[in-house]
């Protein structure tokens, strides 16, 4: 099956700062991604949906100021917590689909821990 | 509102054992239901998939049966093994064309699997 690389796959950061986490597609051009946030024991929510090289659309609630997300390619869409704190800390996991594809493809998560 | 109800919640199967998981759904204009596999701190992975034209889907140990008139969808796992000791969640969608919309995930079922 297609492959969908996220990195890093755990990262720790002090509060304040900002934290990239990166999404692509390995063998397969992604027209659509979407990013995700699940705390432990719970389900996936859906934060944005991506469109390559549109602006993405937030779920109802997501701040899209502190959650940057950039599609600029279509092998890769990026997730920008903005001035981190404590409560960001989560697993953020990302999935895509290309054109054609009836598969979501979802990359191994991201931890982010907020010191 | 969850558009996706998964029960139970958490599942405890003895090695050899049947493992079911039940899923409703309320939106009629669903017509792709996934089931994924999440191991501990991994992205979730696609184990199986049906679509309404069908009322039953088998691929080795798995089976997804599904009553469009119930609009209810299960899993059923076969010899169950330690292996899959997971969380399974289901999902539902509206295919467009070639292209997959947004998943609705349930809220997951912890399988544990005993020796």
């Known amino acids: 099956g297609a492959v969908v690389s996220q990195h890093p796959s755990w990262v720790i950061c002090k509060s304040g700062t900002s934290v990239k986490i990166e999404c692509r597609s390995l063998?397969?051009?992604?027209?659509?991604m979407f990013w995700y946030r699940q705390f432990p024991k719970q389900s996936l929510m859906l934060m944005a949906t991506s469109n390559e090289g549109s602006k993405a659309t937030y779920e109802q609630g997501v701040e899209k100021d502190k959650f940057l997300i950039n599609h600029a390619s279509l092998t890769l869409s990026t997730l920008t917590v903005t001035s981190a704190h404590p409560e960001d800390s989560s697993f953020y996991i990302c999935s895509a689909h290309g054109t054609g594809e009836n598969i979501q493809y979802f990359g191994a998560g991201t931890r982010l821990s907020v010191l | 509102q969850q558009q996706v109800k998964q029960s139970p919640q958490s599942l405890i199967v003895q090695k050899g054992g049947i493992s079911i998981i039940n899923c409703a759904y309320e939106n009629t204009a669903f017509d792709y239901f996934p089931w994924y596999q999440q191991f501990p701190g991994k992205g979730p992975a696609l184990l199986i998939a049906i679509r309404p034209d069908v009322s039953e889907k088998k691929e080795g140990r798995f089976t997804i049966s599904f009553n469009k008139s119930a609009k209810q969808f299960s899993l059923h796992i076969m010899d169950s093994q330690p292996g899959d000791s997971a969380t399974y969640f289901c999902a539902a969608s509206i295919e467009r064309g070639s292209t997959l919309g947004r998943l609705y995930f349930g809220r997951g079922t912890q399988l544990t699997v005993w020796p």
């Open positions: 063998d397969f051009q992604a027209t659509t």
